[in-house]
């Protein structure tokens, strides 16, 4: 459209499935404060990102991370290497809407 710009940088919201609230759970609150650790320490996701952006995306990450521990929590899978999964779910948001390259 005429007259219009598009912004380079904009970061699309990231849906995060809903999940029950888990009865916390010592392993649960280990394993999340493990997976966010491991989020917070890599940073190599944020090149280029202005800090909101980058604070928008890890704040989504972290609720991923976060939901995904409390399922498997709930369902009884929650075991030592669930944290590092979690990292896993956590990276996939970090690096939605990065046209392949990981970057926004």
């Known amino acids: ?5 598009k912004s380079a940088a904009v970061t699309p919201p990231v849906a ?5 609230p888990p009865v916390a759970s010592p ?3 280990k394993a ?5 650790e491991l989020v917070m320490d890599d940073e190599a996701w944020r090149r ?4 909101d952006e980058a604070s928008r995306r890890l ?7 976060d939901a995904f521990l409390a399922r498997a ?7 030592a290497d669930s944290a590092y999964a979690a990292v896993d779910e956590a ?9 392949g390259t990981g970057r926004g």
């Open 48 to 51: 280029g990102l202005t800090d």
């Open 32 to 36: 999340q404060k493990k997976a966010a």
């Open 1 to 5: 459209m005429q007259g219009v710009e």
């Open 16 to 20: 995060v499935p809903p999940v029950a």
């Open 27 to 29: 392993e649960l609150t």
């Open 91 to 99: 990276r996939r948001v970090l690096m939605q809407g990065v046209g």
């Open 59 to 65: 704040d989504a990450a972290l609720k991923r991370s």
């Open 73 to 79: 929590a709930q369902t009884g899978t929650l075991t």
